[in-house]
T-cell receptor, first 116, second 111 residues
Framework: GEDVEQSLFLSVREGDSSVINCTYT??????LYWYKQEPGAGLQLLTY?????DMKQDQRLTVLLNKKDKHLSLRIADTQTGDSAIYFC????????????????FGKGTHLIIQP | EPEVTQTPSHQVTQMGQEVILRCVPI?????FYWYRQILGQKVEFLVS????????KSEIFDDQFSVERPDGSNFTLKIRSTKLEDSAMYFC?????????FGPGTRLLVL
């Protein structure tokens, strides 16, 4: 079955880059996502990447996808205190050919802790 | 910017009672979803809904659960007879296709 794994905590200094890693098992995933959850809030879509892409950049965010190793990463440049949150990796289950009906499989989330 | 809304934000109920969680998806979206997150655990997919019917459901979504789009704007999740283990945060989401946008969640506590 599908599974998504992430490390639980990442601590970085303010101003440094953060790299959050994720591995997934379902090779039929068509899209992979990063969501952000701040305390007491819902899941905010940060960015996503189509499975035939290697990289996507959006301002301070860079997503790298290694499809061979089923490895996804999110790099946040110049990490700020406002980036402190839980970051979830998710894959589209792909059972409906990547269409809108597909549910997402989430990892447990990585707590990003910012040190001043 | 349009967003998914959910009511109530918190719900406390007694075991065995029925609860209805409500969601208003983004207005031009076509696909609707429910997920749950038990405290300290992963966000888990429950069900997806399209064209007035269930498209996909997980093994969690058993006969105790049902979904409905009673009018053009609301999307509801009903739990017929709540169990203690139904205590969780329930998220609604909607999409036009590949990107799902989540609501703030309803925290359900079953006593």
């Amino acid at each position: 079955g599908e599974d998504v794994e992430q490390s639980l905590f990442l601590s970085v200094r303010e101003g440094d880059s953060s790299v959050i890693n994720c591995t997934y098992t379902d090779s039929s995933s068509t899209y992979l996502y990063w969501y952000k959850q701040e305390p007491g809030a819902g899941l905010q879509l940060l960015t996503y990447i189509f499975s035939n892409m290697d990289m996507k950049q959006d301002q301070r965010l860079t997503v790298l996808l290694n499809k061979k190793d089923k490895h996804l990463s999110l790099r946040i440049a110049d990490t700020q205190t406002g980036d402190s949150a839980i970051y979830f990796c998710a894959e589209n289950m792909g059972r409906n050919s990547g269409g809108g009906a597909d549910g997402l499989t989430f990892g447990k989330g990585t707590h990003l802790i910012i040190q001043p | 910017e349009p967003e998914v809304t959910q009511t109530p934000s918190h719900q406390v109920t007694q075991m065995g009672q029925e609860v209805i969680l409500r969601c208003v998806p983004i207005s031009n979206h076509l696909y609707f979803y429910w997920y749950r997150q038990i405290l300290g655990q992963k966000v888990e997919f429950l069900v997806s809904f399209y064209n007035n019917e269930i498209s996909e459901k997980s093994e969690i979504f058993d006969d105790q659960f049902s979904v409905e789009r009673p009018d053009g704007s609301n999307f509801t999740l009903k739990i017929r007879s709540t169990k203690l283990e139904d205590s969780a945060m329930y998220f609604c989401a909607s999409s036009k296709g590949e990107t799902q946008y989540f609501g703030p969640g309803t925290r359900l506590l079953v006593l």
